[in-house]
């Protein structure tokens, strides 16, 4: 069973920069398409970003492309994501998630969730 733990939320202001993390447990290998998505207040659980735990197929949603970068650390089965230039817009629940097999940006593909870390950009 693959499990999945995020940290490195917390409250920023606005233009600075976040490093989140997704620590793995279980069989995780390079099968797995691994994923950052987010949920705001209201709003449906949006993808991010996705690569494999060796680095390969990384693409970036729009609305981060160009401030982000997802970055895979295998040895210790960890998932990385750092953000810049945080604005308000980017407050909400951060997850990583992971499924067997290819890439999805529908969060309704993935079978495992970590239980999410609150980002909050406000001055």
């Known amino acids: 069973q693959v499990q999945l733990l995020e940290s490195g939320g917390g409250v920023v202001r606005p233009g600075d920069s976040l490093k989140l993390s997704c620590a793995a447990n279980?069989?995780?290998?390079?099968?797995?398409?691994m994923a950052w998505f987010r949920q705001a207040p209201g709003k449906e659980r949006e993808f991010l970003t996705n690569s494999r735990w060796n680095e390969e197929s990384i693409v970036y949603a729009f609305s981060v492309k160009d401030r982000s970068t997802i970055s895979m650390d295998m040895d210790r089965k960890t998932m990385y994501l750092q953000i810049d230039s945080l604005q308000p817009d980017d407050t909400a629940v951060y997850y990583c998630?992971?499924?067997?097999?290819?890439?999805?940006?529908?969060?309704?593909?993935?079978?495992?969730w970590g239980q999410g870390t609150q980002v909050t950009v406000s001055s």
């Open positions: 998630a992971a499924r067997l097999g290819g890439f999805q940006r529908s969060a309704h593909e993935y079978n495992y």
């Open positions: 279980g069989p995780i290998n390079n099968a797995y398409a």
